[in-house]
Nanobody, 124 residues
């Protein structure tokens, strides 16, 4: 499984961005997908995850109401719509795939495959 994240950039506080993560392979619909981020000097942290059937996405508290995860199984792609961006959202954003199919997993070590990351920088 190869994951390719894209869509990052430099924006101002209050702006929006949409990240995409394209996956290789024919079993994408069976993967639980997640987004994590890592800010300079900090550990990688959970952002959001979405189950195979797109039900009950889970978000870390700091992004609830601002970020939305979605997936298009026909395009083997997961998206992260980020609205009302804040400077503290600045980080490298990584998509990840959990082949076990367990929904709601927030632990990075549980994910089997990772994309290369895309930089999101929010200026104040």
């Amino acid at each position: 499984v190869q994951l390719q994240a894209s869509g990052g950039g430099l924006v101002q506080a209050g702006d929006s961005l949409r990240l995409s993560c394209a996956a290789s392979g024919r079993s994408f619909s069976f993967y639980v997908m997640g987004w994590f981020r890592q800010a300079p000097g900090k550990e990688r942290e959970f952002v959001t995850t979405i189950s195979r059937g797109s039900s009950s996405p889970d978000y870390t508290d700091s992004v609830k109401g601002r970020f939305a995860i979605s997936r298009d199984n026909g395009k083997n792609t997961v998206y992260l719509q980020m609205n009302s961006l804040k400077p503290e959202d600045t980080a490298i954003y990584y998509c990840a795939a959990d082949l076990s199919g367990r929904p709601g997993v927030r632990t990075a070590s549980a994910y089997d495959y990772w994309g290369q990351g895309t930089q999101v920088t929010v200026s104040s």
